[in-house]
């Protein structure tokens, strides 16, 4: 029944999600002028600094979004779902869509998602008037996949030059009939209704069974104009009331996007992510489970090491050996997901290596491309251990771009901040803290406090910067104070970092003070230039192209803009 109604797994069901979002500093620069950078996501490819006046021109619409959803289940309401930020949908190559979600109010029950892992770009694909396909990028959690396809396909429209037309469509909750007509006395306004439904999900997929005990009384309205969807109001109420002991769920959504600016930009090249169908995505894990097990195909953790140091000893020149390197950490993955109890003796195992870096380095990277908690708690776990000085900066970085950050992990970074590789261990902690807020508000604030005191407390340059990193990893606007009075105090050496520490800091005053320092330009200003490619696309790319305007005659942050221009598309 939980899979029924929009949303409706988030009041009911609390799943475990790893945070989607750009890589935090990992290690601290040797330079001390510049702070550490974070490798760019997949799609802000560090290309040429040149903008190609000749690429095709596309209209990128921003719009204010709010939405609400109520739930009750046999007449008792459960916890409802709010959703508000900012939209903005770019055309793409070959009829994609990309639209990137900023979210600045979020509320729901457990297993609700983060801003940070909704605010990764997602693609659809239209045909015949529905959507027909998603595409995310790798590793987004599935509560985000779910939320993101319950509100694309809650905001989708057709719009076609007829009074009346009828097309199939889908959401999160099954397959529909939406009605559209040509609203009286307003040619640009159609509005729509959903008269029937033709099939409902389940763990096998859509099923016609209990269709018909489904009914959906909606009234929306969709003002568009020559550059695109200019308003929208969804107002829809579902109702589920099925014969026998089943209970009656009402499930009610409203919802409104109002577009707020719309600019023409380049056309973006590249960064297609994979299409797939129009799913619900709480089925991901049945399917993942299945996948797991095949990749595995029954071989032991024994059967797995062995194969390890096989593949390790194999010619690191030799073209197949990367595509070995891969298949072997894959499967030592899909183990650790089907059965986390290994990831104790593959930890074990990364023990026994010790200088075989190699070995070492595949059971790493192993264990954190499992993106569960296990696989985080035995890389933590290896911490106070002797490891060789490789092994432990892998497992250090590991533990710094971890998906499935824990307490205990929090916990045992903490712990290694004075050791040799403080200054890394530091830098995780900040990048767990961030992604554990939500969840652990309480492990996470004393984390933050630690590295606030320690910045506070620093007697050297390189213990100030060290902690400015760590702090700019976490995101957390309990730090966003703190990393203010540092570019105010005009330290050349250390505003530049807390310029690019906001990189993670939500929208609203991190945006106010970013561009406060772009206008004033300089190294602080480059590095406040830079974090604007981590944040909202829509609100940044008309700024920057007003500011390089301004800096025209200032080569040095002229291609700063210019690079984060290319970034943006």
Do not use: C
């Amino acid at each position: 029944m939980r899979r029924l109604i929009v949303l409706v797994p988030l009041a009911a069901v609390a799943l475990y999600f790893a945070l989607s979002s750009p890589e935090p500093s990992v290690d601290a620069p040797d330079a001390p002028e510049a702070p550490a950078s974070a490798a760019a996501p997949e799609r802000l490819p560090d290309i040429a600094l040149a903008v190609d006046d000749d690429a095709p021109r596309v209209r990128r619409n921003r719009y204010r979004l709010t939405f609400a959803q109520d739930v009750t289940v046999a007449g008792v309401e459960q916890d409802g779902v709010r959703v508000e930020g900012t939209w903005t949908t770019e055309q793409l190559a070959d009829g994609r869509v990309e639209v990137v979600l900023a979210a600045d109010h979020l509320e729901g029950p457990a297993g609700m998602p983060s801003a940070r892992a909704l605010a990764a770009p997602v693609q659809w694909v239209a045909r015949d008037g529905a959507l027909v396909g998603m595409g995310f990028s790798d590793g987004a959690p599935a509560m985000a996949r779910h939320v993101m396809t319950a509100l694309a396909t809650t905001l989708w429209s057709d719009d076609r030059d007829a009074a009346r037309w009828e097309v199939e469509a889908e959401d999160v909750t099954g397959r529909f009939v939406a009605a559209y007509a040509r609203a009286d006395g307003a040619a640009n306004v159609v509005t729509r209704t959903r008269p029937a439904w033709r099939a409902l999900r389940s763990p096998a997929g859509l099923t016609t069974t209990l269709a018909k005990a489904v009914l959906s009384d909606e009234d929306s309205r969709f003002e568009r104009d020559a550059d695109g969807l200019v308003e929208a109001n969804v107002s829809l109420t579902t109702v589920f009331e099925p014969e026998g002991d089943l209970p009656t769920v009402v499930g009610r959504v409203r919802a409104r996007l109002v577009r707020e600016d719309s600019v023409e930009v380049a056309r973006r090249g590249g960064g297609d992510l994979a299409i797939g169908p129009i799913d619900d995505h709480l089925d991901l894990r049945a399917r993942q489970a299945a996948t797991d097990r095949a990749t595995v195909d029954g071989a032991s953790v024994a059967e797995l090491v062995a194969e390890v140091e096989r593949v390790a000893a194999l010619d690191p020149e030799a073209a197949e050996t990367a595509r070995w390197r891969s298949v072997t950490m894959k499967r030592l993955a899909a183990r650790v997901r089907t059965d986390p109890a290994s990831a104790r003796a593959l930890a074990d195992a990364i023990r026994d290596a010790g200088d075989d870096v190699s070995s070492a380095a595949m059971l790493v990277g192993a264990l954190n491309s499992a993106r569960t908690p296990a696989g985080n708690d035995a890389l933590a776990g290896l911490l106070p251990d002797p490891l060789a000085d490789a092994t432990r900066r892998q497992v250090l970085t590991a533990l710094t771009v971890s998906e499935a950050p824990t307490p205990a992990s929090l916990a045992a970074l903490e712990a290694q901040m004075d050791g040799e590789l403080g200054a890394q261990a530091a830098l995780a902690v900040g990048a767990q803290a961030g992604k554990l807020a939500d969840v652990e508000p309480e492990a996470t604030g004393s984390a933050l406090e630690t590295l606030i005191a320690r910045f506070q407390g620093a007697t050297t340059l390189a213990e100030r910067r060290m902690a400015l990193q760590a702090l700019g990893n976490s995101g957390d606007p309990r730090v966003l104070p703190l990393l203010v009075s540092v570019i105010e105090g005009g330290d050349l050496m250390l505003a530049p970092i807390a310029a690019y520490g906001l990189r993670f800091m939500p929208s609203g005053p991190a945006d106010d003070v970013l561009a406060r320092l772009i206008a004033v330009g300089g190294p602080t200003g480059v590095q406040a230039v830079r974090a604007t490619v981590w944040r909202d696309a829509g609100f940044w790319l008309p700024r920057l192209q007003a500011a390089r305007a301004h800096f025209a005659d200032d080569t040095t942050i002229a291609e700063a803009i210019d690079r984060a221009l290319r970034r943006f598309g």
